[in-house]
């Protein structure tokens, strides 16, 4: 099947895009790399008048570091994010995961503006923003709106996102130094969508978690904080209490159920990463006891 016919505009920066974005309202839509745009217009899942090509405006693309922060341009590629050094420095669970996106020709011309503003929940990404503690930046002509990204995805393929607004850039804290994380996902095949995945920042201290966000995708309509996690956080992990959070967790979830997996099926791997991830980020190989996959 091939596209309906639709007007093509190449904006030549932010406020030209925002323009664009305001004179046409829902009948446009925004195109970044177009690995998820033009597959969904080519199936008619949606038929948008206008596209509005933001590739080549020079500011949405670049990797910096700033004040503590790194700052990721949303036009910057899945293959840039892979190999940046700043990336793997400041914030390694980006570099570990991404590498689960798709294969190498998505990977060239997908970006994280994309992904994000995509929403998918099984995409990696949207889970590590949420582990690492991201800010999601936004514009529109009425100005800046930094959307911190626990609060940034609604549903399915749905975000805060309005017709009218840019996603500009994403802000994260630089990892500290006693940091550590974790990423895990299951798929039929590497590169394919995760049936269940994990991504995990942590900062351990002796044997103890102070601090653990655990971020599950593809198990809800969007990516879940893992609240049950909550209770690993300053005390010694027995096999109890992981057993406890684990229950916790089944009952947090609320998978869907598809030709991959079932909701019960789902539901078992994420207690199979959780208990992989707390033994991992510990040293601790007496607790990986959340069973066979
Ligand atoms: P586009 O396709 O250009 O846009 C996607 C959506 O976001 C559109 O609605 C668009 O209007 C909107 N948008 C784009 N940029 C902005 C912006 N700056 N501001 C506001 N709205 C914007 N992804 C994964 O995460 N994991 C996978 O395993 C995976 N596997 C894939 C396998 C295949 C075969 C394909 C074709 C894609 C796969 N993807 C996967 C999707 C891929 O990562 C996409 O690149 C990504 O989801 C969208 O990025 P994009 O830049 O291509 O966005």
Do not use: W
């Amino acid at each position: 099947m091939k596209a309906s016919a639709f007007n093509y505009a190449r904006a030549t920066s932010v406020v030209n895009a925002l323009e664009l974005l305001v004179a046409h309202g829902d009948k446009a839509k925004v195109l970044s790399g177009g690995q998820s745009l033009m597959p969904a217009m080519n199936l008619r899942l949606i038929s948008p008048e206008l596209i509005v090509d933001i590739g080549e405006i020079a500011e949405l693309r670049g990797i910096a570091v700033r004040g503590g922060a790194l700052i990721i341009g949303a036009l910057t590629r899945h293959v840039d994010l892979l190999k940046s050094p700043e990336v793997a420095a400041h914030a390694p669970l980006l570099t570990e995961a991404i590498a689960h996106v798709a294969h190498p020709a998505i990977r060239n011309r997908g970006t994280i503006g994309g992904s994000l503003a995509h929403a998918d929940p099984a995409s990696e990404l949207p889970a590590c923003m949420i582990a690492l503690n991201a800010t999601i930046i936004v514009r529109s002509q009425i100005g800046e709106r930094r959307i911190a990204a626990g609060d940034f995805f609604t549903g399915v393929y749905e975000t805060v996102l309005s017709a009218q607004e840019l996603l500009i850039a994403v802000e994260l804290p630089v990892a500290r130094k006693s940091s550590v994380h974790f990423f895990h996902e299951f798929a039929r095949r590497h590169g394919d969508y995760a049936i269940a995945g994990l991504a995990a920042q942590a900062i351990v201290l002796g044997d103890v978690f102070t601090d653990l966000r655990m971020v599950l995708f593809a198990v809800g309509d969007r990516p879940v904080l893992a609240r049950s996690a909550e209770k690993l956080i300053d005390v010694v992990v027995t096999p109890a209490l992981l057993s406890d959070a684990s229950a916790a967790l089944g009952e947090e979830l609320d998978p869907p159920e598809d030709q991959q997996a079932s909701a019960s099926m789902r539901r078992h791997l994420a207690k199979v990463l959780l208990a992989r991830c707390v033994s991992t980020l510990l040293g601790r190989p007496d607790l990986d006891v959340g069973g066979s996959v």
